[in-house]
DNA sequence: TCCTTAAACTAAGCTTATTAGTCATAACAT
DNA sequence: ATGTTATGACTAATAAGCTTAGTTTAAGGA
């Protein structure tokens, strides 16, 4: 039928993240992307919505990139030596990911579905190191919240620059990480 | 000397949080700033170097407003009670200025020696409280910073509407403070 | 061969950020 | 009073970014 397309959306996606790790966030736009695909920039209309939409989809991607890397640094371990890994595998895939890992976070400009189900997925090692743990529905989704919330902000405003003093960066980490493996025996 | 300006740094701040806090972020440009003021796009180079300069001056000026905010609330209260305090003013601080809070982070694109000094300021009453608990020197740093990162980290993913399950986020909340309260004890 | 279909293209619009260069004016010195 | 001058406001213009409209092209099926 059609002519088969120069543009997928694998290359879209793989093409979108090399600019932003190589050059920064900003300089994603339509123009750099169409040059790295070899395309006209109105070309990309027929792939994407806009560049909201390639932001979004690199999120995604990411996203699921950081799940993969929560699940493999928890397999085969359980409890506080499981938790213990999540936390810093999460903290190695911000700093070896800083430009994207903004995009992680949560879907700009309101809820988009495909990539909630891939933060949510994301965060399927944490949550089962919690229930074998013991914790109870509700219970579980508070604490999670508790160590999410913890392990973003520390990341972010170490990634952001917002830890100015000359103190050990990785010394309070670890020290963070023992308060949060305290919350497995509460 | 010169002629009296119509622009001052204090309306143009003033002027530029009003638009970020009415239409959002995106919706300070150098052309809406300009009208709201007065005056063309091009004179606003007369009084900052570029729209990053400007969203860099109304950080400043929020992370001053989230330190006044955290020091009313510290006033008087000493501390399980202060940090309490300053726990739910941080985070009334960032509901009631969802859009200017990001901007209070960190000083994006490097350091900003006049936001770092007041960035640094706004955690005079945290410290206090440390101070006051015993904490020695790099310990209250290792510790300020682990409340901060769970502060910043909650509340940033609660405006990103990262907490997409139905359990009551205020209690995620109160429990997440009750931790950061049993830090004083160790 | 010819038609369909999707993806590419050109052309063009609009918005935003910024620079260059000009003009106006108010404060100050004389 | 008056002229100087510094400063800030202006117009004009450029470049970059995002997007839409409309046209062309090419591959596969009839």
Redesign the interface.
């Known amino acids: 039928m059609p002519r088969p397309p120069s543009v997928t959306e694998d290359r879209l996606i793989d093409e979108a993240t090399a600019i932003i790790t190589r050059d920064g966030l900003r300089e994603l736009t339509v123009g750099t992307l169409a040059d790295a695909l070899g395309v006209k920039a109105p070309s990309l209309y027929n792939h994407v919505s806009g560049i909201d939409d390639v932001r979004l989809q690199v999120g995604t991607a990411t996203v699921t990139r950081l799940g993969d890397a929560l699940t493999d640094a928890a397999m085969g371990r359980s409890g506080e030596d499981a938790l213990y890994a999540i936390c810093h595998a999460y903290r190695l895939f911000a700093q070896r990911n800083r430009e994207l890992y903004p995009l992680t976070?949560?879907?700009?400009a309101?809820?988009d579905d495909t990539f909630?189900r891939h933060?949510?997925r994301a965060l399927r090692p944490l949550y089962a190191v919690l229930a074998a743990c013991g914790f109870e529905e509700?219970d579980a989704?508070?604490?999670a919240?508790?160590i999410?919330?913890?392990?973003?902000?520390?990341v972010?405003?170490e990634l952001?620059?917002?830890?100015?003093?000359p103190?050990s960066?990785d010394?309070?980490f670890d020290?963070?990480v023992g308060?949060v493996l305290s919350?497995l025996d509460a």
Do not use: K
């Open positions: 976070v949560a879907s700009p309101g809820r909630d933060a949510w509700a989704v508070h604490t919240r508790l999410r919330s913890s392990l973003h902000g520390f972010s405003m952001a620059g917002a830890f100015g003093l103190e960066v010394e309070s020290q963070m308060w919350l």
